[in-house]
């Protein structure tokens, strides 16, 4: 038996919140009882893929220990995240997984050279003592990219595209050369016509950087595209959740089902079929939340 820790282990986590005051309040799971492990040695991209208010933002402050789970464990290379207190060991964390947010021209202030950031991460993460040894490290993570320290040097966030914006956020996450890396809606906020682009740099960084990501997205089509492995997520609950190819060619959940019927037919000639945006059909999951259905999972992992 395997007893190496896997890099990523998810075990019946669920976030409860709290609206209100004592008297009066509603309880609000968001995160409902869910379990899922990456290996260390098979570096992936397995993608957590929901309507809008599904969980997938608070699924990701738990792994990212921005949040605890009200009942459930998150360990990393067997270390549960509960355990991290000292700022030192979440610096340490904090090399390994690294997030990449929905909106960089909020994750970069209007106001900075978009390489500053880039320079703070190296300096900060301790890979460099000083932005003149940091230069070449930030030089290859632009590289990574598809991108060059001579391009985004010196420039505002405005002087580049959303596209280029969103390579510099990629950038800046493999700065401190993480194991993991966590997107939350990373090509919402992209051109539809330049998503392919984004999410094919997380393939480049599973094959030739041997980086995991989880990919935590609307937007079907590109998770179809660039995953190994796929979880439904339908208000907190995982409602299926198998290697990408099942729950496309043979999905057993009705809402699976029902997000597969909603994307366009893919031609390989055709990018933007695959690229456009797919909203999850919004006024069909209210209709299956009223028939009653028990949300419970349909998996076969
Ligand atoms: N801090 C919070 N307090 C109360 N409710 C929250 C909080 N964060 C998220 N929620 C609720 O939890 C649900 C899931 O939200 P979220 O994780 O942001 O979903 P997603 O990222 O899939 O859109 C939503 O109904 C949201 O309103
Ligand atoms: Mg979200």
Redesign the pocket.
């Given at each position: 038996m395997n007893t190496e820790p896997k890099l990523l282990d998810v075990q019946h986590v669920t976030v409860e919140?709290h609206?209100g005051n004592i008297f009066s309040g509603t309880r609000?799971v968001?995160?409902n009882d869910i379990s899922f492990s990456l290996e260390r040695d098979k570096p992936e991209i397995y993608t957590l893929a929901?309507?809008?208010?599904?969980?997938?933002?608070?699924?990701?402050?738990l792994l990212l220990r921005d949040l605890d789970p009200t009942t459930g464990n998150v360990f990393f290379e067997g270390r549960n995240l509960a355990t991290i207190r000292k700022r030192s060991d979440f610096k340490e964390f904090m090399k390994k997984v690294q997030p990449v947010f929905q909106n960089p021209f909020e994750t970069f202030s209007p106001l900075r050279h978009v390489d500053t950031y880039l320079f703070e991460t190296a300096i900060n993460f301790g890979m460099a003592p000083n932005q003149r040894a940091a230069a070449p490290i930030v030089d290859e993570a632009l590289h990574n990219v598809g991108l060059s320290l001579d391009e985004v040097a010196k420039r505002y966030p405005h002087e580049l595209s959303g596209g280029q914006i969103q390579r510099v956020s990629v950038a800046r996450a493999l700065i401190p050369h993480p194991r993991l890396i966590l997107a939350?809606?990373p090509v919402s906020m992209v051109d539809a016509s330049l998503r392919m682009e984004i999410v094919n740099l997380f393939r480049k960084l599973r094959d030739e950087q041997q980086v995991s990501v989880i990919y935590?997205t609307?937007d079907l089509p590109t998770a179809y595209y660039i995953t190994d492995r796929i979880a439904i997520?339908l208000r907190?609950y995982v409602v299926e959740s198998a290697p990408v190819e099942a729950v496309l060619d043979n999905p057993l959940h009705p809402y699976s089902q029902l997000l597969k019927a909603s994307i366009p037919k893919p031609q390989p000639t055709e990018k933007a079929a695959w690229a456009a945006h797919i909203d999850l059909g919004a006024t069909e999951v209210k209709e299956y939340g009223r028939v009653g259905c028990k949300l419970r999972a349909a998996v076969r992992m």
């Open positions: 919140f609206t609000m968001a995160v929901g309507e809008s208010g599904s969980g997938k933002t608070t699924l990701s402050r939350d809606e935590l609307h997520m907190g």
